[in-house]
Each structure stands twice: as structure tokens, then as C-alpha cells.
């Protein structure tokens, strides 16, 4: 499974994004889609993942400010994010996990900054 993310840029404190992870295969052949992230210095953590059957799961950090979606028509992943902090700042990368293999998207770089 090939993943290509899109959508990260510049925004200001309190803005909003979204990013768009678009898989190569059909969304219905992949067990859980989510995004993760890597801010400078750190370890990559998930930030939001949606199952096959749509089961959408948070982390805390992300809960009531990140809500991610698909459209399975498009073979698409998007995580809008509002209320945007600078300890948001990342490189966002996008997963899929199928049956024992975890794929990744290159990931896109989100800068919260006034």
C-alpha cells in the first residue's frame, strides 16, 4: 500500500488545517487508517486512527480539536485540525496497518506559528 499525505503548511495559533492522505489500494482492504506525528526531538506518537468499520479513535491531545474522516470513493484519509497549537507543531505522517504490515505516507509538516 502506497500512501500519499498533503496538506501541512504555516498557520497561526487558534487556525485550523487539514490534511489529506490518499491510500493506493481501496480503504476497504486496509484494517485501521490513522495519522501519527513527530515533533522535533521526539518520539512519533498517533494522534487519531478509524477502522475499517469506522470506529474513530483519539488520542487526548487531539480529542475535541482533531476529527479525522474518509471518503472510501476517493480512497481517503483526512484529519481536520482546528484550534491549533503551537505545541502542534510536527511532521504529520499517515499509517495503514493490514493484517501484520504497518505502511507509512512520507508525512507533511504542519508549523504553528504566529
Known amino acids: 500500500v502506497q500512501l500519499q499525505a498533503s496538506g501541512g503548511g504555516l498557520v497561526q495559533p487558534g487556525g485550523s488545517l487539514r490534511l489529506s492522505c490518499t491510500a493506493s489500494?481501496?480503504?476497504?482492504?486496509?484494517?485501521?487508517m490513522g495519522w501519527y506525528r513527530q515533533a522535533p526531538g521526539k518520539e512519533r506518537e498517533a494522534v487519531a486512527r478509524?477502522?475499517?468499520?469506522?470506529?474513530?479513535e483519539y488520542l487526548n491531545f487531539a480529542q475535541g480539536r482533531f476529527t479525522i474522516s474518509r471518503d472510501v470513493a476517493k480512497n481517503t484519509v483526512y484529519l481536520q485540525m482546528d484550534f491549533l497549537k503551537s505545541e502542534d507543531t510536527a511532521v504529520y505522517y499517515c499509517?495503514?496497518?493490514?493484517?501484520?504490515?504497518?505502511?507509512w505516507g512520507q508525512g507533511t509538516l504542519v508549523t504553528v506559528s504566529s
Open positions: 499509517n495503514a496497518e493490514r493484517e501484520d504490515m504497518n505502511y
Open positions: 489500494e481501496s480503504i476497504w482492504s486496509i484494517n485501521v
Open positions: 478509524i477502522t475499517v468499520g469506522g470506529v474513530k
